[in-house]
């Protein structure tokens, strides 16, 4: 049996602000929704169910114990099983989570491909897909736009955003880890109908204490970062727009208007296309543009 | 030599050293200042700098690594080669910027080293000899503070640095090394297959470098190709006003504004925008503004760095011609 695993997490809902309490922080009255960049990972690992002919499509989170939301909201787009690993060993840091994650995906069976979002809205290290690539040995892409049927059912064809914006066309051998952001398309809701149901479906949950015990020995048990505080940001800086008094008020009421952006003094530029297009180009050359 | 050096991977954008890698680099002297340990800048992709701004920022030595030719993946190289560096020279601290290639080489670099790593840090700082970092979290909503532990290299992904330059620093002489690496790719699995350039009306405007912006005034069909061929000449972004996605002439998500999104690129070229402050309101943060109308009075000139008067069909069509023309050169040389 071939299968896809989608890594997926609820959050908070974003409308609520966070409090503070002796470094720790803490939501009062949450609601949970699934995390934005996984809903994409999960319609993106449905459609590539029909690349892989044969494949299950499975949702995995590692969280505490209640915390069904997204694989309640995965149950309800279409997936074929979801998974709860139920945080009991009070893992903190991304490391080690990363590698409770790796040790119940090295013991999934015919695993073909693990699609995620690329970071959460709540802590979003953004740093669980590749450590899990790593862990497993598996190739990594990020950035993913769109993914192709490859020239063969061992194969991928990628397109991630290079960071010069153009796309690169990756080939990539299964198995192998996607990692993809928000993408400019809207997703559909999933319908009232489609959660109730999803709500009655069997979500299998696994202890990552008896997952980590099972594990080879000899691995570093002390994590490499510790959390200490959480607090409030400090207030960004923001911008003084103090206006020139001894301005008529036409212009004072001018550049409030503009929210002090108005750039004065620039010169007209007219005549032949060819000036215009040489000063255009100077400025372009001297903001080293081009 | 031991745990001697602090390295910064460098960020280039277009062959240039990008602000965020001065930012960091500006963070890492005073985490060497506190902890000791040589300043190294280490890049990948040729970049233009002038030495004496480097060292002023506190840079001792600059380490260039290139790559024999290889199939593989960038990523998958950089990779590669920085397991293989490190082992060598064992780094103290390493400093990673947060863009798609530290998201992909930092984090495979920490398991496989087995040591620490921060992501999103918006600060580092020593606090006992010990290193910490303030790393933003809830979509910069709170700020958590991360301690290191166990041994080096730490690994720090930072999102932003230290914008103020420091004073008083002598300029001093970098050590330049340049390195080929050879590495071993014979077992990668990823294969860059072709390289699409950007289309202008994909990248999205909120993120882009350069924004040509359409107008009511270039609503036909002649002016709509012309306005594509400049963003395609240029490699920019396309926008628009609200009055040309009413039209249907272009998809709302390219829409700046009040009722769109607010712009901030380094360029902006607007072209048959009359400027009404509803437009205005999204763009008026950008670095540089050159303005194309017929009308002298229209409001979008109390904006712009460059006030051109001119028919968009006289001035479009020579300005990507010349661009195309300069393109080809740089090609050739």
Known sequence: MKSIIVLCKRVVDQSQPPAFDEGRLYFKNARYDINPADAYAIELALSLKSSLPGSTVEAVTLDDEGAVEGLVYAFARGVDKSTLLVNDAGLADQGSIARALAKYLAKCDGLRLIVCGDKTIEWGSGLIGPMVAQLLGFPLVNEIKKVEPGTDDRCLKAYRRAETNATEIIEVRLPCVFSLGRQNTEIKYASMRALEMAKRKKIEKFSVKDLMDSGAAGESPTPGVGLKWVSAPRPRPRKNLAIDCSLPPEVRFGILLSGGAGRKGADYITGPADIVVSSIVELLREKEII | ?333
Not at chain 2, 40 to 67: A, W, Y
Not at chain 2, 152 to 168: C, E, Q, V
Not at chain 2, 206 to 227: P, T
């Open chain 2, 1 to 333: 030599m031991g745990q001697s050096e602090i390295w910064v991977i460098a960020e280039t954008k277009n062959g240039r050293l990008t602000e965020r890698t001065m930012e960091i680099i500006r963070d890492a002297r005073k985490i060497s200042a506190s902890l000791g340990g040589e300043l190294c800048l280490t890049g990948f992709e040729p970049f233009r700098k002038k030495p004496e701004d480097l060292s002023q920022n506190g840079v001792q030595k600059i380490r260039f690594i290139t790559f024999s030719d290889s199939p593989a993946h960038k990523y998958d190289l950089v990779l590669r080669g920085l397991c293989q560096l490190v082992e060598e020279h064992e780094p103290k601290i390493i400093f990673f910027p947060s863009n798609a290639m530290g998201f992909h080489v930092a984090p495979q670099l920490a398991v496989h080293f087995n040591t620490g790593i921060a992501s999103n840090v918006v600060e580092a700082k020593v606090i006992n000899n010990i290193l910490q970092a303030i790393s933003s979290t809830f979509q910069d909503r709170a700020y958590s503070t991360l301690v290191f532990q166990g041994k080096g290299p730490h690994i720090l992904m930072m999102a932003r640095g230290d914008a103020i330059p420091p004073k008083g620093l002598p300029p001093r002489g970098i050590e330049h090394e340049e390195w080929q690496l050879d590495v071993e790719t014979s077992g990668t699995d990823i294969r860059v297959v072709d390289i699409k350039p950007p289309d202008p009306e994909e990248i999205d405007i909120r993120e882009a470098e350069k924004i040509v912006v359409a107008g009511f005034g270039s609503r036909d069909s002649r002016g709509m190709e012309l306005i594509r061929q400049l963003a395609g000449a240029l490699g920019a972004s396309l926008g628009a006003t609200r009055r040309l996605v009413d039209l249907n002439l272009l998809p709302y998500d390219r829409q700046i504004g009040q009722s769109g999104k607010t712009v901030s690129p380094r360029i902006l070229i607007s072209v048959g925008v009359s400027g009404s402050s509803h437009h205005t309101y999204g763009m008026k943060d950008s670095e540089v503004i050159i303005a194309v109308n017929k009308d002298k009075n229209a409001r979008i000139f109390d904006f712009a760095d460059l006030k051109v008067v001119a028919d968009l069909y006289d001035v479009l069509p020579a300005l990507v011609s010349e661009l195309e023309k300069m393109k080809k050169e740089k090609e050739n040389q």
